[in-house]
Every structure is written in structure tokens, then in C-alpha cells.
């Protein structure tokens, strides 16, 4: 069973910036694509990043060239580098495994707001 933990979310003033980080374990973490989603209230989740086991990325049209994922297979561990936020960015963050199945972490908050 692989679980997921997310931290780094929180409150920022628009134009910040944050780090989300997602830590893996009981995977294999290497094998696995892995992916950020977020969902806003009222609205449908949708995939922000991706990142496959070879390093190849993926971004929705609204985070390219503001967010920036990344991986470090020797921690088990996925990256969310977010800058120039605004607040449409505000949501829930959701880490995402896929390796066979599917595996969802279990979300950490992120607001943007003066």
C-alpha cells in the first residue's frame, strides 16, 4: 500500500511563491509517474503537473512557465515549485502515484490572498 504526504501549503500574498513536497512510501517510487492535482471549491479536480520516470513534465496551460515539478528518486519524493501565485491558484493540492494503481495523498491547502 503506498502512502502519500504532502506538506508545504499555506497562506501567501499574490505574487508568492511556495513549495509543495509530496513524500512516497511502500512503492516503488522510481517506476511511478507522478502528478499534482488541485481542486478549487465548486469546481472539478484537474491536473496541474506531471512528471514521468524519465523526468519528462507537463503542465496545464494556466501554471506553464509559473510552476515547476520535479522529483528526487533517492528521497521518494515529488516537488511543486509554485511563483508568481495568484489567486486562482487557491485550492487543494493533491499528490497522485501511478504505477499499476493509483494512489492519491490526501491534500494540503493552498491559499492565495492579501
Known amino acids: 500500500q503506498v502512502q502519500l504526504v504532502e506538506s508545504g501549503g499555506g497562506l501567501v500574498q499574490p505574487g508568492g511563491s511556495l513549495r509543495l513536497s509530496c513524500a512516497a512510501s511502500?512503492?516503488?517510487?522510481?517506476?511511478?509517474?507522478m502528478a499534482w492535482y488541485r481542486q478549487a471549491p465548486g469546481k472539478q479536480r484537474e491536473r496541474v503537473a506531471l512528471?514521468?520516470?524519465?523526468?519528462?513534465?507537463n503542465y496545464a496551460d494556466s501554471v506553464k512557465g509559473r510552476f515547476t515539478i520535479s522529483r528526487d528518486n533517492a528521497k521518494n519524493t515529488v516537488y511543486l515549485r509554485m511563483n508568481s501565485l495568484k489567486p486562482e491558484d487557491t485550492a487543494v493540492y493533491y499528490c497522485?502515484?501511478?504505477?499499476?494503481?493509483?494512489?492519491w495523498g490526501q491534500g494540503t491547502q493552498v491559499t492565495v490572498s492579501s
Open positions: 497522485h502515484f501511478f504505477a499499476t494503481f493509483v494512489y
Open positions: 511502500g512503492g516503488d517510487f522510481s517506476i511511478a509517474v
Open positions: 512528471i514521468t520516470t524519465t523526468g519528462t513534465t
